[in-house]
Structure formats: C-alpha cells, structure tokens
C-alpha cells in the first residue's frame, strides 16, 4: 500500500478522446482502491470546442497551472473543424515544449497474435520500446516562407538539434535499456548518410555516451531500414532511440504491428518534472458519442503514468488485465469491432485487475 495522494490533471480533449479518458478514469479509480494511493483530478476543457466557442486556444495560466500537477491525463487534440495545426500546435505541441517534455516514450508490445498484421509473428516478438526526441528537431517552427504565393516561392522547415537536446534523450535511452533488462540493445534509428550535420550529432553523442553503458549493446540503422526491419524482424529491437519527426512516422508504424491505433499509448516525459500521458492515436471525430471507440490506449497511457510515479504494482496489475481481455474476450481491436462498446471494455478492465 503506498499511501500517496497525487494532483492528475485531466485534459478530456477533442472527438472521442471524452469516452476514453472516462474508461481511464474508471480504471485508475478501481487500481487507486485496490492499491491504497488516491487522487485529486482537475478538468480542463481546452481543445477544439473551446478554441470555436472563445477563440481561446491555451491559455498561459493553464500552462502556469499544469506546471504543478504531478501528472496529466490527455485523451486527444484534434477537431476537423479547426484548420489543421492549430489545435496541434498550440496545444499539444506547446505544453511539450513547455513542461520540457523531452522523451515521448512510445512501447510497441504485442497483447494477442491474432491483432498482428504481421505474418507468424508472436508476442514474444513484438516487444520494444521507442524513445522519440520529443522538444526539437522538425517540430520546434523554425523556418518560414519567402515571396510566398508567388512562383518564386520558398519554403524553409529547419531540423534543429542541440548537443544538450541530443545527450539527455540517448541518455535517457540508455539507463532506460538498462533498467529495461531485456536485451539491453539500443539501436540508434537516424539517416547518417544523407542528414550529414543532424545525425552526425546524433551518432557521435550516441558513441560517446555508450562508453559509459558498456553493458548496453548499441546498433544502428537508418530510418528507413528500421521501418522495413520493424516489418521484417521486430524481434531484434529492444529500445530504439531516435529524433523527433523520424519518432513520430516509425511510432505509427509500430502501433499497426502491435495491433493498431485501439492499443498504442505514449508518455511525454519530462524526467525532472510534470509528465503527460496520452493514447497515442488521436480524436477519431466520426466515432464520437457512439460508445465504441477502444479505450484500451487510453487504459494502457493510464498505467504508463502509474509506472512513472511510482505506482508500479497498480500499473502492472492494469497491464495484466489488459493483457487478459485482449486475449480472452475481445474479437479486434477496432473501433465498433471489439464486440464490446467502449464502456464495457473499461468495466472488464476493472473487473479483472
Ligand atoms: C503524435 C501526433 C502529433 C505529433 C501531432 C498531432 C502533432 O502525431 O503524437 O504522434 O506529430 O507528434
Ligand atoms: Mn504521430
């Protein structure tokens, strides 16, 4: 029994991300009794409808007061009706940026065979964990347009890279193979042959940190041979650490092979300070208010979070019962073809923790 007592900011968001966080809930209320911590949670109704509604998108004192929660529960960002970017950008985007969310922590673990698209690939196989940077490179907005709308039209999106930005990600990478125990192998996912200043960088802090993990083996791949390895022999990833746009396009990759957008949850992880925990697959508007989305992303975000402070019993448990209703009651993974509705998945969630 731990006893603590937690400050969980909840951010509902956009589309079905309401229907999910509400199974999360259920299940962290279930995991809290059961386990003996507690928490105090504080909506906030920023997203799509509030940005139609007030022309507000995030406000500074939200920010300010996200900054002393101990931890946040996202659902999703994203509304067809707003120009694409605004909402991602500022929102999602700036509290990353802004809490110093540097590591979006994204596990790829398979739950039941039968959800792999992959031919005669088994659980043991899908089972990995990749370290996207997640405060710089492509995302930071640096660039712009010139003589734009004309035919002589530029456009600059600079990849930015610091040295600090760089070591404390593959460092992060490293002690988390480590405590990991797996295969302790980090694989460095980049494209030396081509972005010859970034990933430069990249693999010459990556050299130099692996001194001082001599027990953790180090690999390399480009990107885009690890997307076509992740297909080919996904059994030979253990952690793979990576930037922030190439994170982004091998996470989605990832989710398909570990059964789809329904079960693929991430941390934004600021080591030093307040994480956030999202599934990683966004607002899914057409599915809105029918009661069948999966909420299990958003179940499995939830026990990332618990991990993170600490409650790593209650996380497990909730990892376990997951596992086991995947394998022992659902008919997909999909959204509508689970053979459950949303809200029946969470209570056989709770019921098997
Ligand atoms: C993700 C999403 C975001 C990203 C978008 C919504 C800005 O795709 O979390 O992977 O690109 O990081
Ligand atoms: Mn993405």
Not at 66 to 72: M, N, P, R, V, Y
Not at 104 to 111: H, S, T
Not at 165 to 194: D, H, M, P, Q, S
Not at 205 to 230: I, Q
């Amino acid at each position: 029994m731990s006893n603590q007592k937690y400050k969980i900011a909840v951010i509902p968001g956009d589309g079905t991300g309401p229907e999910v966080i509400n199974e999360g809930l259920k299940v962290l209320d279930a995991a809290a009794s059961k386990f003996g911590f507690s928490y105090d949670k504080v909506n906030y109704d920023i997203g799509g409808q509030r940005y139609l509604d007030t022309g507000e998108i995030l406000p500074e004192t939200v920010v300010k007061e996200l900054g002393g929660f101990d931890s946040i529960y996202l659902g999703a960002i994203g509304d067809p009706r707003v120009k694409p970017g605004v909402l991602e950008k500022g929102i999602l985007l700036r509290l990353r940026f802004e809490l110093d969310q540097y590591i979006n922590l994204r596990p790829i673990v398979l739950y039941d065979r039968r959800f792999c698209p992959l031919k005669d690939k088994t659980e043991e196989q899908i089972d990995f964990v990749v370290v996207r940077e997640n405060t710089e490179g492509l995302y930071c907005g640096a660039g712009g347009f010139l003589r734009k709308d004309t035919e002589d039209e530029v456009a600059i999106q600079e990849s930015i890279n610091s040295y600090k930005g760089v070591e404390r990600c593959i460092r992060f990478a490293f002690e988390y193979a480590r405590k990991r125990n797996k295969n302790k192998r980090l694989t460095l996912c980049g494209k030396t042959n081509v972005l010859t200043f970034a990933f430069d960088l990249w693999e010459r802090t990556f050299n130099k940190l692996s001194k001082e993990y001599p027990d953790v083996e180090t690999d390399y791949a480009h990107v885009d041979a690890t997307c076509m390895w992740m297909v080919k022999s996904p059994e030979w990833f253990d952690v793979i650490v990576t930037d922030n746009m190439f994170g982004d396009i091998i996470t989605d990759l990832g989710a398909i092979v570990q059964g789809g957008m329904g079960i693929a949850a991430g941390g934004n992880i600021n080591p030093q300070g307040v994480s956030m925990f999202e599934p990683i697959g966004g607002s899914a508007p057409k599915y809105t208010g029918k009661n069948v989305i999966n909420p299990l992303a958003a179940i499995c975000a939830a026990s990332m979070m618990l991990d993170t402070l600490g409650e790593d019993k209650a996380a497990q448990a909730i990892d376990l019962s997951v596992r086991k209703i995947v394998k022992e009651k659902l008919e997909s993974l999909a959204a509508g073809r689970m053979g459950y509705s949303t809200t029946e998945v969470g209570d056989l969630v709770v019921a098997n923790l």
